[in-house]
C-alpha cells in the first residue's frame, strides 16, 4: 500500500498542494487527472523522492518518506514532464548513463538495456543519436531510461503530452505491459479519456485540493444520474428551462432533471406540438469529464 498523508506544499505565497491524503492498493493503476497548474507535477515529484520540502509524509509498504527515503526511491521509477535526455548521445549512451547512476554496471547492464530497447520498441535505434529522434521516440526512450533498475513503482508525469497517436498508442502498450508485471503505476494527465482507458482508480485534482477519489466504476456510478442531450434548430436554453437545468454542451444542450425518461416523454411531446425537429435528442451518461466539471466548474480541456 502506499498512503499519502496530509501533504501540504506552498511556493512562496502559491499552496500548490493543499492537505491532499490518499492511498494506493500496489499492483494497480491510479490516475491523477487535473487541468494545468492544479499541482499534478508538484504530488509527482514529492512521491518521486524529488521534492524534499513539504509538510505531510508517505508510506511505502512498511516505509515511511521521512525515515526511509532511499528504501522507497530503490522501488520508484520516475518519469518527468520535461524529457530529460542527452541529445549528442546515442540511446544505448544514454541508458548507460542512467543505469549507472541507479548502480547498473557491466554485462548485467547491457542486459537489462537490451531488455528495456525491446520493451520501449527502439532496439534499432539503440546507436543512433537522440537528436534524430522524434518527439514521440525521446518520450519512450525517457521511460526506458526510469525503468532501467526494475522499479515496482512507476510515477508518469504527463508523458502524452505533444506527441503523435503511434507514439501514444506505443507508451499506452508500455503501461500494459508494466500492469501485467504487476507494476504499480501512478500516471497524471488532463486527458480524460487516457485515464479511462488506463486507470483503475483515480483522484481528480484542482487547484491544488484532491475533489474526488476513487475507483473508475465507483465514481462513474456515484455520478450517473444521466441528462438528456438535444441540438437542433430552434433549439433554445429559454424553450428547454421549462423541463429542468439546462447548460450548453458543444453544439447543444444538457438537461437536468430528477427524472430524466419523464422529461424525455414531455420533451418529444412539446417538440411534436410545436413543430421542433432535434437533430439529436437522447440519454447522455456522464463521462469523468463531466463529474470534474460538476466538481470544480472547471473545463479540463480548456483550462
Ligand atoms: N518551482 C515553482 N516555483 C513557484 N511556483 C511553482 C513552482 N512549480 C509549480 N509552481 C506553481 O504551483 C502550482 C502547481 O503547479 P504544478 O506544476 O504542480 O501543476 P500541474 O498540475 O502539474 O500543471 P501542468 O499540467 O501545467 O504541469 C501552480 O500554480 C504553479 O504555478
Request: aromatic share 6%.
Amino acid at each position: 500500500m502506499i498512503s499519502v498523508e496530509n501533504i501540504n506544499k506552498q511556493y512562496g505565497s502559491v499552496q500548490a498542494l493543499d492537505s491532499i491524503s490518499f492511498k494506493i492498493e500496489e499492483g494497480t493503476c491510479f490516475g491523477l487527472v487535473g487541468p494545468n497548474g492544479a499541482g499534478k507535477s508538484t504530488l509527482m515529484k514529492i512521491l518521486s523522492g524529488i521534492l524534499l520540502n513539504f509538510n505531510g509524509d508517505i508510506q511505502v509498504r512498511e516505509w515511511k518518506v521521512s525515515k526511509d527515503r532511499l528504501k522507497i526511491k530503490q522501488q520508484i521509477g520516475y518519469i518527468p514532464q520535461e524529457i530529460c535526455l542527452e541529445d549528442t548521445l546515442t540511446a544505448q549512451d544514454n541508458l548507460i548513463l542512467f543505469g549507472n547512476l541507479y548502480g547498473l554496471k557491466g554485462k548485467a547492464l547491457q542486459l537489462r538495456i537490451d531488455e528495456v530497447l525491446d520493451q520501449i520498441g527502439l532496439k534499432d535505434r539503440a546507436k543512433d543519436k537522440v537528436i534524430t529522434f522524434s518527439g514521440g521516440m525521446k518520450r519512450r526512450l525517457n521511460i526506458g531510461c526510469a525503468l532501467l533498475h526494475k522499479p515496482s513503482i512507476i510515477i508518469m508525469d504527463e508523458p502524452t503530452v505533444g506527441i503523435d497517436p503511434q507514439s501514444r498508442n506505443s507508451i499506452f502498450s508500455i503501461i500494459h505491459q508494466l500492469k501485467a508485471e504487476g507494476s504499480t503505476i501512478i500516471y497524471s494527465s488532463h486527458y480524460m479519456e487516457e485515464v479511462e482507458q488506463l486507470c483503475d482508480s483515480i483522484g481528480l485534482i484542482d487547484k491544488g485540493q484532491l475533489m474526488e477519489i476513487g475507483r473508475m466504476e465507483e465514481l462513474l456510478e456515484k455520478y450517473a444520474m444521466p441528462s438528456l442531450f438535444i441540438s437542433g434548430d430552434n433549439i433554445e436554453t429559454e424553450m428547454l428551462q421549462r423541463f429542468g437545468k439546462v447548460e450548453s454542451k458543444g453544439n447543444g444542450y444538457l438537461l437536468n432533471s430528477d427524472d430524466p425518461l419523464l422529461t424525455l416523454e414531455k420533451l418529444v411531446t412539446y417538440c411534436r406540438e410545436h413543430r421542433i425537429e432535434p437533430r439529436r435528442l437522447e440519454l447522455y451518461h456522464p463521462r469523468l469529464e463531466d463529474i470534474f466539471f460538476n466538481l470544480t466548474g472547471t473545463q479540463l480541456r480548456d483550462a
